[in-house]
């Protein structure tokens, strides 16, 4: 089974900031990664797909890099909206997997 | 507009089964895959299963943790998918969410989620 990790586990930050949260894969997954946002109590929301294409409706300060083993996820001059916490999914294979997710928190 | 929307959770007893129902709207159930995960309170997102589209004979993956326990199926006519959990334990407790997947070479990842139900395992 692929194993994902992403780093940190919590970023503090403040409005206006850009942040990067890195995601590492145990082997390659091409670019088959994707990045969700999820707010307490509600249900994730797809930002990005196949490692940097962006979802329709997203805005786009959010972008995506990355391939093979080490992925990136980057939110340019954060806004209120944003704090939340983030997961990426690897559907290169069977068993589909997410990383344990980083908690985007107001500095 | 596109919707899912899970229903079905509640307080079950271990050893005991119950069947949470994802429908959906907005778009055809036969066209798509349909995930299930679940969330353990405080935790991060867990793949559950999955089962293909009509083109992809409607054959279905399973997590370890849930294989032999849990079936996956569609309904397309009424355009809902279902997860059907046997043998419950109370480490399957946790929010249930379904999504529709897009599929990707191998895999899916996915674009439209529920809102989730609650599922409680508990004597």
């Known amino acids: 089974d692929i194993q994902m990790t992403q780093s940190p586990s919590t970023l503090s930050a403040s409005v206006g900031d850009r942040v990067t949260i890195t995601c590492r894969a145990s082997?390659?997954?091409?670019?088959?990664l994707a990045w969700y946002q999820q707010k307490p109590g509600k249900a994730p929301k797809l930002l990005i797909y196949e490692a940097s294409s962006l979802e329709s409706g997203v805005p786009s300060r959010f972008s995506g890099s990355g391939y093979g083993t080490e992925f990136t996820l980057t939110i340019t001059s954060l806004q209120p909206d944003d704090f939340a916490t983030y997961y990426c999914?690897?559907?290169?294979?069977?068993?589909?997997?997410f990383g344990q997710g980083t908690k985007l928190e107001s500095k | 507009e596109v919707q899912v929307v899970e229903s079905g959770g509640g307080l079950v007893q271990p050893g005991r089964s119950l069947r949470l129902s994802c429908t959906a709207s907005?778009?055809?159930?036969?066209?798509?895959?349909v995930g299930w995960f679940r969330q353990a309170p405080g935790e991060g997102l867990e793949w559950v299963g999955l089962i293909r589209s009509k083109i992809y004979g409607e054959t279905t993956e399973y997590a370890a943790s849930v294989s032999g326990r849990f079936t996956i199926s569609k309904d397309n006519s009424k355009t809902i998918a279902y997860l059907q959990m046997n043998s419950l334990k109370t480490e399957d407790t946790a929010v249930y969410y379904c999504a529709r997947g897009r599929a990707a070479i191998t895999s899916y990842y996915f674009d439209y989620w529920g809102q989730g139900t609650l599922v409680t395992v508990s004597s």
């Open positions: 999914q690897q559907y290169n294979a069977f068993p589909c997997s």
């Open positions: 082997q390659s997954i091409s670019r088959w």
């Open positions: 907005g778009f055809s159930l036969g066209d798509y895959a």
